[in-house]
T-cell receptor, first 114, second 111 residues
Framework: KAGVTQTPRYLIKTRGQQVTLSCSPI?????VSWYQQTPGQGLQFLFE???????NKGNFPGRFSGRQFSNSRSEMNVSTLELGDSALYLC?????????????FGQGTRLTVV | TQLLEQSPQFLSIQEGENLTVYCNSS?????LQWYRQEPGEGPVLLVT?????EVKKLKRLTFQFGDARKDSSLHITAAQPGDTGLYLC???????????FGQGTTLQVKP
């Protein structure tokens, strides 16, 4: 069974640009969550999508957005990039909603903003 | 605001020693998960505890969920260099995908 796949693995962007990250969940998982990981703040929850609807949202500015497609694949977008957006962005999928909150993570996308 | 306080933040020990990592909160969690993360990789799920007082063992790792489901601990017996990594606890408070993470414990086991 394939795991969670995130693309790309690495990205370098310039301040002011926008970026789109992609996540393919484990087959059968309908919940996809996104997290930002930085050395200073640890893992912080961005948002969760379930059946194409945003179900939860963390405390991030509106520059951070996402969506989910009918096949459960998800994308997150960050507009007007700032230096502080440099981080490891992690996607997790789970069977939540079916009595199981266990989250399985992808390898992450390392975003560097210069 | 729900918080998970994880301690210690850093731990450097010799091979063969025992250690315990703690995860504490004032909030009640419906379940708590422990992950291990290698540099540049995503966290890998080690265990999930659901019932207050539950104890689970994974080889030399023992996980415990507090009776009130507000805290958890991870105990490693006879640590080995292969145990080196970042250990994270994460709590779920509802039947959604949102997890609250502790700050993590960086463990270094020296041969």
């Amino acid at each position: 069974k394939a795991g969670v796949t995130q693309t790309p693995r690495y990205l370098i962007k310039t301040r002011g640009q926008q970026v789109t990250l992609s996540c393919s969940p484990i087959s059968g998982h309908r919940s996809v969550s996104w997290y930002q990981q930085t050395p200073g703040q640890g893992l912080q929850f961005l948002f969760e999508y379930f059946s194409e609807t945003q179900r939860n949202k963390g405390n991030f500015p509106g520059r951070f957005s996402g969506r989910q497609f009918s096949n459960s694949r998800s994308e997150m977008n960050v507009s007007t990039l700032e230096l502080g957006d440099s981080a490891l962005y992690l996607c997790a999928s789970s069977l939540v909603g079916q009595g199981n909150t266990e989250a399985f993570f992808g390898q992450g996308t390392r975003l560097t903003v210069v | 605001t729900q918080l998970l306080e994880q301690s210690p933040q850093f731990l450097s020990i010799q091979e063969g020693e025992n250690l315990t990592v703690y995860c504490n909160s004032s909030s009640v969690f419906s379940s708590l998960q422990w992950y291990r993360q290698e540099p540049g990789e995503g966290p890998v799920l080690l265990v999930t505890v659901v019932t207050g007082g539950e104890v689970k063992k994974l080889k030399r790792l023992t996980f415990q969920f507090g009776d009130a489901r507000k805290d958890s601990s991870l105990h490693i017996t006879a640590a080995q260099p292969g145990d080196t990594g970042l250990y994270l606890c994460a709590g779920a408070t509802s039947n959604t995908g949102k997890l609250i993470f502790g700050q993590g414990t960086t463990l270094q086991v020296k041969p």
